[in-house]
């Protein structure tokens, strides 16, 4: 499998299901490149964004057991639009690194690379030969993040609007999975939009 002939980006907004899609298409096969899981990587114990998130940022930033603190960070990052663009020259660069040497040893069906930003950063376009957005009203989204990570609707609808909108994001789709009709309904999507994509990878090879 060549990912650079045949690969899905799949995005959307927070809260919006990225994961669960994620998880269902690798249950049927797809090999799955997740930005956010590469991310947690790098700044985990020893990772190799921690030496250039301390220099930048100070060791405040650094947790005893020498991870980033990732709820510190992200409360400093989302009131300073500055200071993320600074955490994002870090790690993005580091992130793709990793996402396309993941993709160069999978061996699914076709890649999917998962990425929250896709549409909103340059570095990010044109992961993924096609753009699959999984959407959801924005009052759900903002539901789901309260009750998951125990955070304010204003925490939420910060987070959000360092978002691409929900209109820019169905504007760059190729596919759209809407996640506010139930599990059955969306796992019905994936198995269509899989059995579509093999299809297209085996195509790309041949």
């Known amino acids: 499998m060549n990912y650079k002939n045949f690969s899905i980006g799949l995005t959307g907004g927070i809260g919006s299901g990225k994961t669960l ?8 096969g797809a090999s799955v ?4 899981e590469v991310a947690r990587n790098l700044t985990a114990p020893g990772g190799e964004g921690i030496g250039p998130i301390r220099k930048e940022f100070g060791s405040q930033f650094i947790r005893p057991d020498g991870a980033m603190d990732r709820a510190m960070m992200r409360e400093h ?4 639009a500055r200071e993320r663009l600074k955490l994002e ?3 993005h660069p580091l992130i793709k690194d990793v996402s396309l040497r993941q993709a160069q040893e999978a061996k699914g069906d076709y890649v999917i ?3 929250p930003l896709l ?7 044109g992961m993924g030969t096609r753009v699959l957005v999984v959407d959801c009203p924005e009052e759900l989204q903002v539901s789901r993040v309260m009750r998951r990570n125990n955070m304010s609707a204003e925490q939420v609808r910060a987070i959000m609007a360092t978002q691409a909108s929900r209109e820019k994001r169905l504007s760059m789709a190729d596919d759209v999975i809407e996640n506010d009709r139930g ?8 198995e269509y939009l899989h059995a ?9 090879a041949s």
């Open 21 to 28: 899609v994620a998880n269902m298409f690798a249950d049927l």
């Open 113 to 115: 690379f998962v990425n």
């Open 89 to 91: 020259a870090i790690l």
């Open 196 to 204: 579509a994509y093999k299809k297209l990878a085996e195509n790309s």
């Open 183 to 190: 599990i059955d309904e969306v796992a019905r999507k994936v």
């Open 119 to 125: 549409v909103e950063l340059p570095i990010w376009h």
């Open 33 to 36: 490149v997740d930005a956010d």
């Open 77 to 80: 990052v989302f009131s300073d």
